[in-house]
């Protein structure tokens, strides 16, 4: 079976095409996904993980995430071939300040808009070209909304937040946090997103749509993950709270996995303690 992962040079995609030994396809390996010739190139595989995006929350970079995380995703899919699969890598984010009325977050969460970013907006049609041409093409489709999915640090790229904080703890670095609350958020080591989709790719589905975290069982508050990494090497964290900083929104968000591990039948193998000691 012939893999492709796009972005498989990103902090993610790095892991994930060594995970199932894939072939590269980003700019580092020179190609282009807004580049009509490079996309096609995506014909030639059985499965294609789509991570390559444009992540950035500046109102000023609107415009070009627009083009990376939907016309690139528009560019990709349309020229797979039939019976292949393609694998989507949106955001919990497309469900807003939606996500705050839900213990745990399920994909019935509304996705009206209410003041997402056009990072989150470019993933939300991205999620529809997918739908689109998965259905006219007859290519098995599936869209991971990824809660905060962690790797290790790998060269050029810039980390998640989970890496940044234990990078922080182990070189004494100070971590700005938003002063008088602490947010929760479930964390997911990168080998169970690679399982997941192997989990869709090995499976009968047509089509899924699924929220991907690490769910209830590692969930914790951005202190609590800070002071684990500092008891695991015996280092106590430098937190700065920082009044400025805004609370993120929603201020606490837990993955449902009922229909993944239904669908599926996928759970999180790596626990969150196993998962923070491989990164050290």
């Known amino acids: 079976m012939k893999i492709l992962v796009t972005g498989g040079s990103g902090y993610l995609g790095t892991h994930v095409r060594r995970f199932f030994s894939a072939d590269d396809f980003s700019r580092r390996s020179g ?13 030639d595989y059985d499965v294609v993980i789509h991570l390559a995006a444009l992540l950035n929350k500046d109102p000023k970079a609107a415009e070009d995430c627009f083009n990376v995380n939907a016309e690139g995703t528009r560019n990709v899919i349309r020229n797979m071939r039939e019976g292949a699969v393609f ?23 509304s ?15 991205g999620e529809q070209y997918v739908q689109f041409y998965g259905a006219r093409q007859n290519v098995r489709y599936c869209i991971f909304r990824m809660s905060a999915v962690y790797a290790r640090p790998s060269g050029g790229n810039e980390s998640g937040f989970v ?11 100070p971590i700005r946090l938003p002063a008088s609350i602490d947010p929760v958020r479930d964390i997911l080591f990168v080998d169970d997103l690679a399982r997941a989709c192997q989990a869709f790719v090995d499976s009968s589905r ?14 914790a508050s951005l202190r609590e993950i800070i002071q684990k ?18 609370a993120p929104i929603p ?19 790596v626990g969150m303690d196993e998962g923070l000691r491989m990164l050290l």
Request: hydrophobic fraction near 35%.
């Open 31 to 43: 190609h282009n996904i807004l580049d009509p010739n490079d996309a096609t190139r995506v014909a």
């Open 87 to 109: 694998i989507f890598a949106s955001t919990k984010d497309v469900y807003g300040r939606h996500a705050e009325a839900y213990a745990n977050v399920a994909e019935n969460c």
């Open 111 to 125: 996705t009206e808009y209410c003041g997402q970013s056009a990072l989150e907006w470019s993933k939300l049609v």
């Open 163 to 173: 890496t940044h904080y234990v990078e922080s703890v182990k070189h004494g670095w």
């Open 206 to 219: 047509s089509s899924g749509l699924y929220n991907l975290g690490g769910g209830r069982s590692n969930s």
């Open 229 to 246: 990494v500092g008891n695991m090497i015996d280092l106590k964290p430098e937190i700065e709270n920082d009044m400025a900083l805004p």
């Open 251 to 269: 201020l606490n968000y837990i993955s449902d996995l009922t229909r993944i591990r239904d669908e599926l039948g996928w759970r999180p193998q």
